[in-house]
């Protein structure tokens, strides 16, 4: 057995026209030792990853190449399409200097020479002497370079033992054009007078003439194309539009003077000056002023978030009123916006469950339809019906309507669109798999702080005990609480900070060392000589006037040890975000029953849950890390499917547990790594968001499909018996595709709460 994966890339693939063609190369691909890939037809790009002691990147393009098609590298990692500042390039299906169809004079052409061979063959009255002959000139040039690309793949796919839709559509044409020159030739059809008439299964009175369907059936297929490729084009959008949001140039600071440079040579540890107006360069943290930031464009959220020392500003945000000295932290790859990219990007590359039984039925569909439609021929003449020409009209049809194109774009499409809008909305969907979780998806936790309350802790009360000082008690925990990333400690220290009138940086003034922390008690290190902890109170003060104080109000009390002996409680508390309770109402209205699952104790849990809607019976408290995990399996075990709402460390587990994790985007980076949904701002309402636009694009999915497997499950046998029309197949074929990913569009239009 070979070792796993270890690296991944993205590859553009070009030439391929239907999911028969991608199903191929990801087979052909998925048989290199070492390599898992999958191919996406709508964005025309493959994932692939591989290990690179087995083989490389050069290897994956050679079988491309061989297998019919050509490839191109899209990204390394991102190295290729990841500047440094992590601006990206959208994959696109083809590479950088070719536009597909947008200058392709075939189809205009192709329907100037069609139009009028319609006409004729449609109307009597119109047939003038030797019209049909007109009509042989006018078509010839459509059925071989108007439909080149279609005899062109069929071709190429037969030279590998491959069949595809363009098998189909050549095979039709071919045979509709080559028994009509055949009639013309060495029939009597090249006779002059003659009349042809038409009805909706196909020619009457005998007459074999098929020049018109061969040109209205490569036009419409030309034309579906083209709208096919716009429309795909639409679908991602939003991708490529999120992922040219990067700002192009950064002001920094070199001692006093500034310097304009290209945002993709900033690195982190330089100081950038972003002025009113401007855009944030890179990701970082707020140095010097005040400011309103507009962060709509990654978060989808209208409303400007207030910025001050010490904040965390995301790179692409658009500073809209002071001027901000920003210290940069994360560029390239790390940045949020390449982040984002990368999670849209690979989200639109999978493929849901439900394609992969798609792909799996093209792999049979092209070769039972050639054999249905040989079939076709030989009843009709077996059993005499019509004759020679009807049998050909019938056999013609069924490979046309044939086409599986809407049954591979049924998927995709909607995805491309749905994880789009999500990103518009600051939504990432991590996966197609995710669709298929969110149906079930019954119960939902909530973790409290920073979730479904504000998560800024505000301090209460200090008090101390055993000859401790208030002043004392708070500068001790402020010490230990330096560095902590956790709404107590930061409101601890902020609490000493304006107390001593110095920068929250600053504020401690005994250095801390020999930190360590413990998962849901708390933390401690050596302040000076003495061992200092501040955590979850335990034993006797845990029946402390202060702390039962604190949990009647609803606030949250954690002790101050020093030496292990008690020195003080502090008490702080948070309220509910405002939209807290209208997005606890969405949830409801989605049939989720939503629970509160929190570390803090009962008081402040029942506190939060009361504001928002919560009944007490939904409320778990004192929830350590285990704890919620362990909660979420009980859930589980009772036959519930569990969604889980987190934005700490504290919160991963719980969230990899649940069958669907949903991790606020301003919480830490591991809780974000194992959610399945990215919720960029930090309003709850996102959630119900999230689950409705994710359902919303499942039910479109279904809806193509059906529409697809219904499409073919009703047209083949009609078109088999004889009673449709060749050139009105081509119409109907063309149509569903268009019908599909036009469908797919209405995902654009999704409007979240806010």
Known sequence: MSPAPASRIHLGITGMTCTSCSSRVERKLNRLEGVEASVNFATETAAVSYNPARTTPGELLDVIR??????????????DATDANGSQEAPSAAPPDTEPGARD?????????????????????????LWQWVALALITPVYLWGGWPFHRAALTNLRHGAFTMDTLVSLGTTAAYGWSAWALFFGSAGRPGLIMHMSLSGHAQGQALYLETVGVVITFLLLGRRLEERAKGRSSEALRHLLSLGAKEATVLRGDREERVPAAALRPGDRVVVRPGEQIPADGVVAEGR???????????SVPVEVGPGARVTGATLNSSGRLVVDVTRVGEESTLAQMGRLVSEAQAGKAPVQRLVDRIAQVFVPVVMAVSALTLAGHLLLGSGGASEALTAAVAVLIIACPCALGLATPTALLAGTGRGAQLGLLIRGPEV????????????????????????????TPVDGFSADEVLRLAAAVEAGSEHPIGRAIVAAHASSSGKPEETAATEAARDFRATAGHGIGARVGERAVSVGRPEGDLRAHPAVTAAQREGATAVAVLVEGKPAGVISVADAPKESSAEAIAALRGLGLEPMLLTGDGPGAAAAAARAVGIPEDSVYAEALPGNKVARVAALQRRGRTVAMVGDGMNDAAALAQADLGLAMGAGTDVAIEASDITLMNNDLRSAAEAIALARRTLGIIRGNLFWAFAYNAVLIPVAALGLLNPMLAGIAMAASSVLVVGNSLRLRRFRGLR
Request: charged share 20%; no cysteine; proline share 6%.
């Open 105 to 129: 004079p075939r189809l205009p052409v192709s329907a100037a020479l069609s139009a009028p061979v319609a006409a004729l063959s449609m109307i009597p009255a119109w047939q003038f002497p």
């Open 435 to 462: 669709l298929q979780s969110t149906r079930k998806i019954d119960t939902i936790l909530l973790d409290k702080t920073g979730t479904v309350t504000t998560g800024r802790m505000r301090l209460r009360a200090v």
């Open 291 to 301: 400011s309103a930031v507009d962060e709509s464009m990654l978060t989808g959220e």
């Open 66 to 79: 061989t297998t019919g098609y050509e490839g191109f590298l899209l990204d390394a990692r991102g190295a």
